[in-house]
């Protein structure tokens, strides 16, 4: 059952045991990637398909986690849209030019997936050939995330130049917000194609917005990506930090599961929501750097705030920190897949 435990969990499906797979578990925390960061800069690492097969295949050679995900970063279609970019260490992508205006925003050009990110394609499709058991996830980033890229030029805390388009120009920022969902249903289904079982949407930055930004603005967008999915068959995620004002109205997104950060416990978002959608999540990743008791103990809260263990895979609330020993993964994996098999034998 290990090839379709994660497919089945995410469909509400039963399962042997709670299936497990981190975010940026393909990363920095991992000697192999970083020998590798010595002498390939990310870039280069995500647009070489066999670079980046090896960097997403490490974690499942080390780890019994029940798929991988495929190492690329949210920025890549940027160039698909003619907009130049580059990832700075320390910092991020950083937009060489700025999307602020109107015109800036009809000068995108038309994103075709196969000319402008082969290279993801290419990974995924290497990767299913050197490994048969465990599947692999695809990824690309949420409206507002890349929204805000786009508009800041970069990171941002406070997202000001996005805000003002929100508020000063709303036409420009929602057609913004369509083109980039007709760019993202269009990478995914590329990654999909290529051989991708699941895909996910990262707005890791949806938090810093209101509820009625979200249902204005966002909500229609992010429904008409998974809209224009669902014909795959794929199960789908939605991820997001800082949300939790905005539960009820993620839930409506139309995805399959929802991943959760630590700051909501899954027993609270599951009252609020309901029943109809997976849930994914959501350790602090912090827990991972105390004891191996401590880390225990808190992974253990978490799957009890989902008694029965269906409908959950378990992962972290954000990504595996870069100071994170290898063996405390390994530790925690191996203690799901345990408590997993031990609740449904109750």
Excluded: C
Excluded at 208 to 225: C, D, G, M, N, Q
Excluded at 330 to 346: A, I, N, P, T, W
């Amino acid at each position: 059952m290990t090839r379709d435990r994660l497919v089945r969990a995410l469909r509400g499906e039963a399962t042997d045991t709670t299936p497990i797979w981190l975010m940026r578990q393909a990363g920095r925390h991992l000697p192999g990637y970083r020998r590798l960061r010595e002498t390939h800069p990310l870039l280069e690492i995500a647009r070489t398909p066999e670079l980046a097969a090896e960097v997403t295949l490490e974690p499942v050679r080390r780890y019994d986690v029940d798929a991988a995900v495929v190492f690329a970063d949210i920025s890549l279609p940027f160039l698909g849209l003619g907009v130049p970019f580059s990832i700075d260490p320390g910092v991020g992508p950083v937009v060489e030019r700025p999307i602020r205006t109107r015109a800036d925003v009809e000068a995108l050009t038309d994103f075709d997936a196969r000319r402008s990110v082969p290279f993801v394609g290419a990974a995924i499709e290497r990767y299913l050939s050197l490994e048969r058991e465990r599947p692999i996830i695809g990824f690309a980033g949420g409206p507002f995330t890349l929204a805000a890229y786009l508009v800041e030029g970069g990171p941002s805390r406070e997202f000001p130049r996005t805000k003002r388009m929100i508020y000063g120009d709303p036409v420009a920022f929602d057609r913004l917000v369509a083109r980039l969902s007709e760019m993202t249903v269009r990478y995914l289904r590329s990654q999909a194609e290529s051989g991708a079982a699941a895909l996910q949407l990262f707005d890791s930055w949806v938090g810093a917005v209101s509820p009625t930004v979200f249902e204005r603005h966002l909500l229609p967008a992010t429904r008409s990506i998974f809209e224009g999915l669902r014909d795959l068959g794929r199960p789908t995620i939605y991820f997001s930090t800082g949300s939790s004002h905005l539960v009820e109205r993620l839930a409506r997104t139309g995805a399959d599961a929802l991943g959760v950060d630590w700051r909501e416990p899954l027993g609270r978002v599951r009252e609020r929501i309901g029943s109809g959608i997976a849930l994914q999540g959501n350790l602090d990743p912090g827990a991972l750097l105390g004891t191996p008791e401590a880390m225990r103990n808190e992974a253990r809260r978490v799957m009890d705030e989902l008694p029965g263990g269906e409908a959950h895979v378990f992962n972290l609330g954000h990504g595996v920190l870069p100071e994170t020993d290898p063996d405390r993964v390994r530790g925690l994996v191996e203690f799901v897949h345990e408590v997993g098999r031990e609740v449904r034998k109750r």
